[in-house]
């Protein structure tokens, strides 16, 4: 299966699901763990530097994933896993090797996650939970040897790939990995074929939290009468669906059961179709034909058990189909990562003279000189006729310099309208929102910059600083009334950010508009020219790749600030719905996820 995510902080309910899982794995397995900023060498092995100088010849040292061979490898911190080390899994995945990688993802949003590509390759994503029962060891070792002989029918092969089709999952893995897992469950159960309930079971372990979409006959239109196949919470769902209150309460009850049914309602689920379904002779080779009713009431059986597992409150972001899509590429991110040669995390070493400021990388230097040894002290004896006894000659193209990175500081800029548009407790608002925001930030040792613009043009209340009570003291003395100069307002931004990039730091804007410009760049008022002003200004501030956030405070959903947005190539949220949570988890997605750890 490739492994498994585990998300989960460190504690004491994550140590006991590692303690079962290790204590129902044979003793002589293999188990290694891998930290989170592992490089090449110790991950994919190297030149063991002791051995070769000792031996005069080039000794190989096996890496984690040779050590692990067999095995389990627990990755460590897995959502700050560079995508370069996820990379090495991958092919090391894909490339048939023989061990199963254990995710352990510690992110408390859902921005910090592990890398996608690693994810795709790992069967599985849980959450630890309390255990009622020892595993079955006995249980587990004889379906270790007897799984793959167990028998999947046509019929819930196809139930499986139609119901990763219906919930949007792109990738063919996952329904490889639920076959793989249907057959699991099977062998488990004692049996030579898998029957309705463990394919059930794959789709909610496998399917579910992989859904990007709800199936299309799981959101019947209220007009539509509800299919006379659909019971229990489907049925009260349908009934109740005329309703606001009631469509807020069926999207509860969903959420509610986001971690699946209980074992015996998932019986009396598949019971119906089990009926069906003739048992299995082990002397017939032939696989039997699945009637087209009985296909169908199996698509929505394995359906209905992965929608049961969708995570909680990601169905009514599927409802909304807003649930799978990505945000834009990683170009000007907040706190993007640089290579240096002076500072920063060590990034490995490369061929290279040890001058302009570059640093010697002397481990390096010397496992590249190792092999070479024998040959040269023979070479000089011949050429000198002198002996080198205990000294490691080392050559031109023998030497290494040391590769770093590091992360630029982030720079929060706040852009306020406190034009007349704005009304006095709309503005009052929006101060409560940025009071959030400045806390993180300050958290997060982010310096931040305050630009007002209202009347007759912008003005910049706070340069970039790290002082938290200069910002809330600037912010609080902020007028209201006047004109909206919003094109006067973006120009000062787009300035602003270009003095901090080069400054060496990474500029963030957090814009606070309803977007209706009424003041041009000139300073004449008219609705018309100033929008268009307002426009092509934020085409330019686009142009220079910075990371955006608007945050509509008009009082509805604003269209002009849904333009705006656009032209900036930034998120918009609206004020209302933009809580302590939601600000504070929108502005780290924008600075490109997780605490930054500045070298």
């Known amino acids: 299966m490739g492994g498994l995510r585990l998300r989960a902080s460190a504690g004491v309910e994550r140590d006991g699901w590692l303690q079962a899982l290790r204590a129902a794995l044979p003793e002589t397995l293999p188990w290694r763990r891998m930290p989170v900023h592992v490089d090449d060498e110790t991950l994919l092995g190297g030149l063991d530097l002791a051995a070769t100088l000792a031996t005069g010849r080039p000794v190989h040292r096996p890496g984690l994933l040779a050590q692990t061979e067999g095995g389990v490898l627990l990755a460590a911190m897995a959502e700050r896993l560079s995508p370069e080390r996820a990379s090495r899994l991958v092919a090391a995945l894909d490339g048939g090797a023989s061990l199963a990688v254990l995710a352990l993802d510690e992110g408390h949003d859902d921005d910090e996650t592990p890398p996608a590509a690693l994810l795709d390759r790992l069967a599985l994503q849980v959450r630890p939970g309390r255990s009622t029962s020892s595993p079955d060891v006995a249980a587990i070792s004889r379906a270790r040897n007897t799984w793959q002989e167990v028998v999947v029918e046509d019929g819930l092969l196809e139930a499986v790939v139609a119901a990763a089709s219906g919930l949007g999952i792109v990738s063919a893995r996952a329904a490889c990995h639920a076959l793989t897992v249907t057959r699991i469950a099977a062998a ?82 598949s019971a119906p179709v089990e009926a069906d379904v003739a048992p299995p002779d082990p002397t017939n080779h032939q696989q039997p034909q699945t009637p087209a009713s009985d296909q169908q009431a199996l698509d929505d059986q394995v359906a209905q058990a992965a929608l049961a597992s969708i995570p909680p409150g990601l169905l009514s972001l599927l409802q909304s189909g807003m649930a799978g899509v990505s945000r834009r590429g990683e170009a000007g991110r907040a706190g993007a990562a640089t290579r240096s040669q002076q500072r920063g995390r060590p990034l490995g070493a490369v061929r290279g003279e040890p001058r302009g400021g570059a640093r010697l990388a002397l481990v390096a230097t010397l496992r590249a000189a190792a092999p070479w040894q024998r040959a040269r002290h023979a070479a000089l004896l011949q050429n000198t006729g002198h002996k080198a006894e205990g000294r490691v000659l080392v050559a031109r193209d023998d030497l290494r310099i040391q590769r770093r990175v590091q992360r630029r500081a982030t720079t929060t800029i706040f852009a306020i309208d406190a034009s007349g548009s704005q009304a006095l407790h709309r503005l009052a608002e929006a101060k409560g929102a940025v009071e959030l925001l400045l806390a993180d930030c300050y958290a997060r040792r982010d310096r931040v910059a305050v630009i007002g613009f209202r009347g007759a043009g912008a003005q910049l209340l706070l340069a970039p600083t790290r002082s938290l009570v200069r910002a809330r003291r600037q912010l609080a003395g902020l007028p209201g009334g006047g004109g909206t100069p919003l094109a006067a307002g973006i120009d000062a931004v787009t300035a602003l950010a270009g003095s901090v990039r080069r400054g060496g730091a990474t500029p963030l804007l957090v814009l606070l508009t309803d977007g209706r410009a009424n003041i041009a760049r000139d300073g004449t008022p008219g609705r018309g020219p100033a929008t268009l002003d307002a426009l092509q200004a934020a085409r330019v501030f686009s142009a220079t790749g910075t990371a955006a956030l608007l945050i509509d405070t008009s009082p509805q959903r604003s269209p002009a600030a849904q333009t705006l947005a656009d032209a900036l190539r930034a998120r918009c949220i609206v004020l209302p719905a933009a809580d302590a949570t939601a600000l504070s988890t929108a502005v780290r997605q924008e600075r490109g996820g997780g605490p930054q750890r500045h070298a």
């Open 188 to 269: 488990l159960a004692g049996r030579s074929q898998a029957l309705p309930e463990d394919a059930a079971l794959a789709a909610r372990l496998v399917l579910g939290p992989r859904a990007t979409q709800l199936p299309a006959a799981a959101a019947p239109p209220v007009d539509d009468p509800l299919p006379a196949s659909a019971e229990g919470a489907d049925a009260d769902e349908a009934d109740e669906a005329d309703d606001k209150g009631a469509d807020d309460e069926a999207l509860n009850h969903d959420e509610d059961e986001a971690l699946g049914p209980p074992p015996e309602r998932m019986a009396d689920q």
